[in-house]
């Protein structure tokens, strides 16, 4: 596979973070993007330790001057950016009467706005290099709904629709842009919910999947470096469901 460089959102922990790992295992120049600051740095310290070209950026997606700065430290790093993935995104319960009009504001804007701002901020440099790879990350709620997440499954089946937007309009640039809508999947965010009693066990949960099993952050990385190879050349608009079967 050739090297390339990899921006990652929300790669401090979770998907993102495995994804980040995954990509620097497949060689790739990789740009760890993440609200918390110190733990990206750390993350990328441990990537270099292990002989990877990484750096780390502190970034509230939703800041669209902010993203706009960060991607163009990216490039005076560690070069064009020809691979995206969008993992930031934070998760919310509220009943529809109880959410508040800023509540609503911060899910559309880090989950949604700050997926396209990234997108737009990348794009010019894969369509200088007339390659290019995106994936999003969605969720399975955007397919199926779920009850006091009106503002995240709105966010999320933006995001769905944003990137088949995407894959028609980029095509013929040679750039891909796919989807992974995960479902339960054993992270930081996963866990915070439980603690909080907001969802059941990701224990619990992941006796609900066909396969008995959680998801872990390396089946979405696997996937994800497939859809950013270049044998993945001719999938592009696509909802790629790694869910081990819960949602078909």
């Known amino acids: ?110 989950n949604l706005t700050g997926t396209f701002a990234c997108v737009q901020a990348a794009v010019r440099d894969m369509l200088e290099a007339e390659w290019g790879r995106i994936v999003t990350i969605a969720s399975s709620s955007a397919q199926s709904g779920a009850p006091n997440m009106a503002h995240y499954v709105a966010s999320k089946g933006g995001v769905i629709g944003l990137t088949k937007a995407l894959a028609r309009e980029l095509a013929r640039s040679g750039i891909t842009v796919n989807t992974i809508p995960p479902t339960i999947v054993d992270t930081p965010m996963a866990r915070k919910g439980e603690e909080a009693g907001e969802v059941p066990s990701v224990e619990v949960m992941a006796r609900m999947v066909p396969l008995g099993r959680a998801g872990t952050p390396e089946d979405i990385a696997a996937a994800c470096s497939y859809l950013c190879s270049d044998e993945a050349s001719y999938v592009t608009g696509q909802v790629i469901g790694v869910n081990g079967g819960m949602y078909l």
């Open 1 to 110: 596979m050739s090297s390339r460089v990899a921006v990652v959102t929300g790669a401090a922990s979770g998907i993102g973070l495995g994804v980040a790992r995954r990509f620097a295992a497949d060689g790739h120049a990789v740009a760890l993007l993440d609200l918390d600051g110190d733990a990206a740095r750390q993350a990328s310290a441990d990537l270099v330790a292990g002989g990877a070209r990484a750096a780390a950026y502190e970034l509230d997606v939703a800041d669209r001057t902010a993203v706009a700065g960060v991607f163009a430290a990216v490039r005076d790093e560690l070069g064009p950016v020809t691979i995206l993935v969008t993992s930031a995104g934070i998760e919310a319960f509220d009943s529809v009467l109880d959410i508040t009009p800023e509540q609503w504001d911060r899910v559309l804007g880090v």
